[in-house]
């Protein structure tokens, strides 16, 4: 594994790898800007990939800010051919949890990343999953952020959920806002909940995406950016 570089002084370039992850291996790509401050995972939602552009756009803001990014499958094309048919395995939120422990572990097992502290970025299921993770590896997560997220997936798992936790989600997406607003009821003191003006579920309205990225960006540099060994 190389270091990602920046073509010609300009944009960071992202480097493919696969990941071994609950008996597969996923695809993924990562990206690791100069003196990194820690790393941000991605979890996306039901019927998306690492080629979703809304985490992509999030990523490129993150890597702006100094962090690096991993954008992972958390299905195999073969899982998602047969999703296709199914749409079983994208909302088998312990499963996509599973797999996110083992990115997690993966990650601080690589010479280039097991100095970097990690935080999770979810959107849609994907945050359930997300919290799950963080929940079962509370040691590891520093930080988590959901896009328009399901929280009420990882219901049972919010209690448990050590690392400080950022709610983001569109002033007209109500029903979610609704799962949301219970769900920053039963998560640690240091987590909350903000609310986009005028985005809707997908933050296609101009500026809303823009506008949750750098609340991101902002969540990790303050709760993700210590060295190791001063958690």
């Given amino acids: 594994m190389t270091d990602a570089a920046r073509e010609g002084g300009g944009e960071l370039k992202s480097i493919p ?6 008996g597969v291996v996923l695809d993924a790509d990562l990206a690791i800007p100069s003196n990194a401050k820690g790393l941000v995972a991605f979890a996306h939602g039901s019927g998306s990939s690492r080629h979703s552009g809304r985490n992509r756009y ?18 195999t094309s073969e899982e998602e051919m047969i999703d296709l048919r199914t749409r079983h395995l994208r909302f088998d939120i312990p499963m996509l ?14 010479p280039q990343t097991r100095h970097l502290n990690i935080g999770w970025f979810g959107a ?20 988590v952020v959901s896009r ?39 998560l640690n003191a240091e ?13 296609e309205e101009p500026g809303t995406l823009e506008a949750a990225a750098l609340l991101a960006a902002e969540w990790f540099c ?6 190791i060994g001063k958690r």
């Fill in 17 to 22: 790898v696969r990941i071994p992850a609950g």
């Fill in 97 to 110: 949890a599973d797999r996110l422990i083992d990115i997690g572990a993966w990650l601080q097992r690589q």
């Fill in 222 to 227: 303050d709760h993700c950016s210590a060295p």
């Fill in 148 to 186: 328009g997220g399901r929280p009420d997936l990882a219901e049972n798992y919010l209690p448990q959920v050590m690392a400080p936790v950022l709610l983001i989600v569109g002033e007209n997406d109500p029903q979610v806002l609704e799962l949301n607003r219970s769900a920053l009821s039963r």
């Fill in 58 to 75: 999030v990523a490129e803001t993150l890597n702006e800010y100094q962090f690096a990014t991993l954008l992972a499958d958390l299905l």
């Fill in 191 to 203: 987590s909350t909940l903000e609310i986009v003006p005028n985005a809707t579920h997908l933050f």
């Fill in 124 to 143: 849609s299921t994907g945050a359930g999953a997300a919290l799950i993770a963080a929940a079962r590896s509370p040691h590891d997560i520093m930080a």
